[in-house]
């Protein structure tokens, strides 16, 4: 089945400075990635997903990118705030109804 | 916009007794997920569901069940439960006929607790 790996597992930023965020997935059968943002107790909300056809997709301050051949995708947040402290989890699956494997998260810290 | 709906948000149930978490997906979504997760864990895939059918299947204990009905919505049935079963059980929804096909919604969450 697929594996995705994450890293790093925490991350502290000081705001305004970038995060980064690199998954790496093992189905090269995986053609759609999302980003969730996870505050504690709470669901996991899409913060923004890129699908196999594409190589980079921006929204505002977070943007994501894509290299299939190296079948890794990273999360940017650029201007980060205190209320992007939370925990990030990138994912992976092959298509609707399919299982979203998920890596093992990342607490990111921004510190004012 | 309607969301995943959960229920029951809590639950607290004894060793080996049985529990059942509904989940009314997002309208118009014809696919479900369930997952599990822990205490600092990840979400685990548990099993899913596409027009009534299993779709796909993870790593579900024999003890607990799922499906589908009619009318989308889903039920997991947990029965001889475990101190270890304790987690927060999420249901989420997509479509495949929606121009955002495959985006997963998340629901609240169930908080199931074993004693």
């Known amino acids: 089945g697929e594996n995705v790996e994450q890293h790093p597992s925490t991350l502290s930023v000081q705001e305004g400075d970038s995060a980064v965020i690199k998954c790496t997935y093992s189905?090269?059968?995986?053609?759609?990635f999302p980003w969730y943002k996870q505050e504690l107790g709470k669901r996991p909300q899409l913060i923004i997903d890129?699908?196999?056809?594409?190589g980079e997709k921006k929204d505002q301050r977070i943007a994501v990118t894509l290299n299939k051949t190296a079948k890794h995708f990273s999360l940017h947040i650029t201007e980060t705030q205190p209320e992007d402290s939370a925990v990030y989890f990138c994912?992976?699956?092959?298509?609707?109804?399919?299982?979203?494997?998920f890596g093992k998260g990342t607490s990111l810290l921004v510190t004012p | 916009a309607a969301g995943v709906i959960q229920s029951p948000r809590h639950l607290i149930k004894e060793k080996r007794e049985t529990a059942t978490l509904k989940c009314y997906p997002i309208p118009r979504h014809d696919t479900v997920y369930w997952y599990q997760q822990g205490p600092g864990q990840d979400p685990q895939f548990l099993i899913s569901f596409y027009e009534k059918m299993q779709s796909d299947k993870g790593s579900i204990p024999d003890r607990f069940s799922a499906q589908q009905f009619s009318d989308y919505h889903s039920e997991l049935n947990m029965s001889s439960l475990e101190l270890g079963d304790s987690a927060l059980y999420f249901c989420?929804?997509?479509?495949?006929?929606?121009?955002?096909?495959?985006?997963?919604?998340f629901g609240e969450g169930s908080w199931l607790t074993v004693v």
């Open positions: 890129i699908r196999s056809n594409v």
């Open positions: 189905d090269s059968a995986s053609n759609y």
């Open positions: 994912a992976a699956s092959i298509w609707s109804g399919y299982a979203l494997n």
């Open positions: 989420a929804s997509s479509s495949t006929t929606e121009d955002s096909g495959n985006t997963i919604y």
